[in-house]
Nanobody, 124 residues
Framework: QVQLVESGGGLVQPGGSLRLTCAASGFSLDHYTIGWFRQAPGKEREYVASITRNTGGSTHYADSVKGRFTISRDNARNAMYLQMNSLNREDTAVYYC????????????????WGQGTQVTVSS
């Protein structure tokens, strides 16, 4: 069964950090471009970051998270990560990982595979 499972969400104070993990099963992530989206209450799902499938992986970020978030992948563990630093209240959302063989689909939210999401709440 093909599955993506996110973990690592939670409650954090403004200025704090969290590291999200997305673990894949049923398929090998090293053949896929992978990414993160988020959806805040009452808002549409928005793109956060992506990393390509080639060795080393080329990364790309939404302007809203550039310089604060870092996406990475560990093909040996069949997992990807999102390190989030300097969090603010606008980062509060459910975070989803996705995967597809086509980069465009990952960035536009039309990827084949999605996780169920993990809640990140930034509040004092």
């Amino acid at each position: 069964q093909v599955q993506l499972v996110e973990s690592g969400g939670g409650l954090v104070q403004p200025g704090g950090s969290l590291r999200l993990t997305c673990a894949a099963s049923g398929f090998s992530l090293d053949h896929y471009t992978i990414g993160w989206f988020r959806q805040a209450p009452g808002k549409e799902r928005e793109y956060v970051a992506s990393i390509t499938r080639n060795t080393g992986g080329s990364t790309h970020y939404a302007d809203s998270v550039k310089g604060r978030f870092t996406i990475s992948r560990d093909n040996a563990r069949n997992a990807m990560y999102l390190q989030m630093n300097s969090l603010n209240r606008e980062d509060t959302a459910v975070y989803y990982c996705n995967a597809d063989v086509i980069l465009h689909r990952v960035r536009t939210g039309t990827a084949d595979y999605w996780g169920q999401g993990t809640q990140v709440t930034v509040s004092s």
